[in-house]
């Protein structure tokens, strides 16, 4: 009864007859009021005495009764209570235990429980006999603890298994696990040069294991900014997976995809991505764990290649069965990346509820919190929140580049360069987009979708003065947006162009630019061309009207909630208005000058009056007569449009 835990009359009593005895064994116990038996239940009367007897069983009989209760446990409901006994009977290895832990193991991943599974896992390999049974289950514990975000206790438990294995496959299977966790805690370097070799050793048994390896040897070289080195290892792994009948093609051309947009190479990146997407249509809808890094890729990019409709669908099936099954850092990043789509769609408050979810916010994995705390600093430029912008990116960089992680850097810094355009200061913007633009030059990422940073870079050199250099800069945009077949580049260095040009050539320039605008959903980047419209046309003295184009920029800058953007352009509104209205003087008359001058102050009535020397009926009299010669219908804006 103390060893029992399923408190079933039925159970005790088959255990009891195993064991040469049966339910009248219990009858003294129950007379004496220490058990209760009511119906088909039985348990202690005091459950502080089931303890008590547990410590007075001599260890050999209580391996005995466990065996025996495990025995009689036949039904699926009772498969955890049966492992227990099993593995509480199990002197050394205990192949039968191992299983059933194994199994109950299982159980608990499918169901997300990832923590529980781990430990499981842990048991069901120190009862293992045969090595790589054991190696297999310490596999699957690193596996369920790098689910529940355990990196420490899942990398022991790989390590442990790649050293307790002889064969060469399963070695590698563990390695790519192991390379997972160096790669997001250590730094991409590391993780590259050990999955380079662990391929290298597996080559000979398994090419597609191989490539596979290979393929996630690319995805790090990318996370360190290294587009033509990760290129080298993808086109490997693909020479790999064609050597292999029985090798699917899809992860190495998968990754020679995404390299290839990064890269500018447009014409090899449509060759795969009909593919791609067409596989990703056949399992975005499946319950299989193992395709959830497909789909976020194949997500990424048709985020990247401005086919957002399709890229939320597949991510957000992502986010959707990452959050089931607990894999936290998976769903985490998905999120990362649908906020990202939202940000630049104009959903900016969608995009903020994404990236600060706790989902997010809690991801303890090195590189992925890295990528999103400088992705989260992004947003906050866009809003103008200053300060938090600048503490996110600086713990980003702070962190992130000793160890390798370029595109936290590039992130970081194209969020720092987006703050200070946005706040008025463009020296200080190019000097971070300076770093963006090295980064990108000695690593040859041409394409700009991955950040969008291109455009601030000529825009701020523009504003700095630094016109050689911006020309420089935007030849390279132009050159990409002539090959791209995305909309953005196009629109931004129409944009860029205009704002180098002038009189009736930039107002060329920025109906081409809005003409592309009207092709894409990014009311961010509209709002910005139509400001530096306005702009162009008030520093111009252009003939034409610069206050439809700024009154539209500003009603979208304030939909979005970019307050430091809205401030630039109340701030040339001002200007605009102050240039087209009359001295006060041609207006008002004295009296009604010196009235309206106390009221903006902040005078009542009663107190101008006072100021003055009038009754307050005469105050009023004035006061409705320059509401009505100035337009305006309370004191704010009478004050306002004093200060014109």
Not at 101 to 110: I, P, V, Y
Request: glycine share 6%; charged share 25%; hydrophobic share 45%.
């Amino acid at each position: 009864m103390a060893l029992d835990a399923t408190g079933e009359v039925r159970v005790v009593a088959e255990a009891l007859s195993k064991l040469g005895l049966d339910l009248d064994a219990l009858t003294a116990a129950e007379v004496r009021g220490q058990l209760r038996i009511v119906g088909d239940r039985v348990s202690f009367v005091d459950v502080r005495m089931r303890q008590t007897h547990v410590d007075a069983i001599d260890p050999v009989t209580r391996r005995e009764v466990h065996r025996t209760l495990a025995t009689v446990l036949h039904e699926r409901r009772h498969r955890r209570e049966r492992a227990e006994h099993l593995a509480a009977a199990a002197v050394g290895p205990d192949d039968e235990a191992a299983v059933a832990l194994g199994d109950l193991g299982h159980e608990a991943s499918e169901r997300g429980d990832c923590a529980v599974a781990g430990a499981l896992f842990m048991r069901a390999a120190s009862l293992t006999a045969d090595a790589e049974h054991r190696a297999n289950y310490l596999r699957f514990a690193g596996d369920a603890y790098w689910n529940a975000a355990d990196y420490g206790a899942s990398e022991d438990a790989f390590e442990a298994a790649y050293v307790g294995s002889n064969d060469p496959r399963l070695r590698a299977e563990i390695a790519l696990q192991i390379g997972q966790i160096i790669m997001y805690q250590n730094g991409p370097r590391q993780a590259r040069d050990r999955l380079v070799a662990e391929s290298e050793r597996v080559e000979p048994h398994d090419l597609g294991r191989a490539a596979y390896l290979l393929v996630h040897a690319a995805s790090t070289s990318m996370l360190s900014s290294d587009v033509v080195g990760a290129l080298a290892l993808a086109r490997r792994a693909d020479v790999l997976a064609a050597l292999d009948p029985s090798t699917s093609a899809l992860p190495a051309s998968l990754m020679i995809a995404y390299l290839s947009l990064q890269h500018g190479d447009a014409d090899e990146f449509d060759r795969r991505i009909d593919t791609l997407t067409r596989v990703a249509e056949e399992l975005r809808d499946t319950d299989l764990s193992d395709v959830d890094l497909f789909l976020t890729v194949v997500g990424i990019l048709h985020v990247y290649t401005e086919r957002w409709d399709a890229g939320r669908v597949y991510l957000a099936a992502v986010v959707h069965r990452a959050k089931r099954r607990s894999h936290t850092a998976t769903a985490a990043l998905a999120s990362g990346i649908l906020a990202e789509l939202c940000w630049r769609s104009g959903r900016w408050d969608e995009a903020w509820k994404l990236a600060t979810s706790d989902l997010v916010t809690e991801v303890t994995l090195t590189g992925a919190r890295l990528w999103l705390l400088a992705f989260t600093a992004h947003l906050d430029a866009g809003f103008g929140r200053g300060d938090e912008c600048r503490a996110r990116a600086q713990a980003a960089l702070t962190e992130g580049e000793p160890v390798g992680f370029g595109t936290v850097s590039m992130w970081a810094n194209a969020a720092l360069g987006l703050l200070e355009l946005g706040l008025g200061h463009p020296v200080a913007a190019a000097v971070h987009l300076d770093r963006v633009d090295a980064l990108a030059t000695a690593y040859e990422m041409v394409d700009p979708s991955g950040i969008w940073w291109q455009a601030d870079h000529v825009e701020a050199l523009v504003r700095s003065g630094r016109t050689h250099e911006a020309r420089r800069s935007l030849a390279r945009l132009e050159a990409l947006a002539a090959t791209s077949a995305s909309v953005w580049p196009k629109a931004v260095a129409a944009r860029c162009r205009a704002m180098m040009a002038v009189a009736d050539d930039a107002e060329a320039w920025f109906d081409v630019a809005l003409a592309h605008h009207a092709e894409l959903t990014a009311p961010f980047e509209l709002a910005r061309t139509l400001l530096c419209q306005a702009e162009h046309r008030v520093a111009g003295d252009s003939h034409l009207d610069p206050v439809p184009s700024l009154t539209e920029a500003i009603a979208i800058f304030d939909a979005l909630g970019a307050t430091s953007w809205s401030a630039q352009g109340q701030a040339l509104r001002d200007t605009v208005e102050t240039r087209s209205s009359p001295m006060i003087g041609d207006v008002l008359s004295g009296s009604e000058r010196r009235v309206a001058e106390a009221v903006a102050a902040g005078a009542t009535n009663r107190e101008a009056a006072t100021s003055l020397f009038l009754s307050v009926k005469t105050v009023e009299f004035h006061l409705r007569n320059i509401y009505r010669k100035l337009g305006v219908r309370s004191r704010t804006e009478l004050a306002r449009s004093l200060r014109r």
